[in-house]
């Protein structure tokens, strides 16, 4: 059941410490829905920290300032702990038992919830982007909506929708952006860096997904071990884009991209076009997401045998919705 926001904003007028918390392997929208939170609480005069455990890749870090971030989390000095963009208590990595055990907490979030509740929730699936949530959020705490905020709820907004080409591309996500527009969102800076900027890593890495990506029958994919990502010098931040590069194929109607992160440990990062259900998938390997994007985490003992769970699971569930 959710809270209104006015509800929450209350509560967080309340709290004079929080903490800050977004999913493992945050995206463009983890950061810009917690960011923007982190920015408009400080002009509210309160403690804020911001907990992300993480490596951000080198795109993100041209956009966000990284030095914010912090890693260890002493859940004694917090009167309050917000999670945004994260419907599930794995998907807050080391830091779910801070969150879990916090007496007074939020969640914030915009996928269909999968456990993971606070003492005040707020999900919103009709959201494009948990950006969007914060920025209402903001509004209602009457927080002065600097150029950074808005620019990182823009930044958030943009990523979630695929510079609004996504299907949760509508009318509500367009307005919102055109108000960020209009306070002040740098759009031409984030559009430069988030598509069309390409680092000589981002290079390297579109070169192997294009030597070595697969196609059976309507599924792309790409498998990438350890072993080679540390040849390329890339975490998986950096790899993000795989699946939906890969969606873009003519004949695929789903792809994923399977990534070693650490020794016999697997992300998995699932597209889908319009009329698949890759959620129900991802579901299915214990993880969640939305009906067109989707991930999982899973362990096993070679990327070759997870590979052929997840064909297998696809083939078992992907019946057009
Ligand atoms: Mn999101």
Redesign the pocket.
């Known amino acids: 059941m959710n809270d209104s926001l006015k509800k929450i904003a209350e509560v967080i007028k309340k709290s004079t410490s929080i903490a800050l918390l977004t999913h493992i392997y945050p995206?463009f929208?983890?950061l810009g829905?917690a960011l923007s939170l982190y920015y408009g609480f400080k002009q509210l005069g309160k403690n804020v920290n911001i907990f992300i455990c993480d490596k951000l890749s080198e795109k993100q870090k041209l956009l966000v300032d990284e030095s914010v971030v912090e890693k260890q989390c002493n859940s004694s000095l917090f009167d309050l702990f917000i999670s945004t963009?994260t419907p599930s208590k794995k998907r807050l990595g080391t830091y779910s038992e801070n969150f879990m055990k916090a007496q007074n907490s939020i969640v914030l979030d915009?996928?269909k919830n999968d456990g993971l509740k606070g003492t005040y929730n707020y999900v919103n699936t009709n959201s494009s982007?948990?950006s969007e949530i914060s920025y209402k959020l903001l509004k209602t705490l009457n927080v002065r909506l600097t150029e950074e905020i808005v620019s990182l709820l823009y930044m958030?907004l943009s990523a979630?929708t695929n510079s609004f080409t996504n299907s949760n591309t509508n009318k509500d996500s367009l307005y919102i952006a055109y108000n960020l527009i209009k306070l002040g969102a740098n759009v031409s800076y984030i559009n430069e860096i988030q598509y069309k900027t390409q680092t000589p890593k981002e290079i390297e890495l579109k070169k192997y997904l294009y030597n070595n990506y697969k196609i059976e029958n309507n599924i792309a994919y790409c498998l990438l071990s350890y072993q080679q990502l540390q040849k390329l010098g890339a975490v998986k931040a950096d790899c993000d884009f795989y699946s939906s590069e890969l969606i873009s194929l003519q004949g695929a109607d789903i792809s994923f991209s399977l990534i070693e992160s650490s020794k016999n440990y697997y992300e998995i990062s699932f597209r889908s076009k319009t009329g698949y259900d890759v959620r129900t998938i991802a579901e299915q390997l214990g993880g969640g997401g939305h009906l067109c994007a989707a991930g999982a985490k899973i362990q096993g003992e070679s990327i070759n045998y997870v590979k052929d769970i997840i064909i297998n699971t696809i083939k078992k569930f992907e019946n057009k919705i």
């Open positions: 995206d929208d983890a829905s963009d915009h996928h982007s948990c958030g979630d």
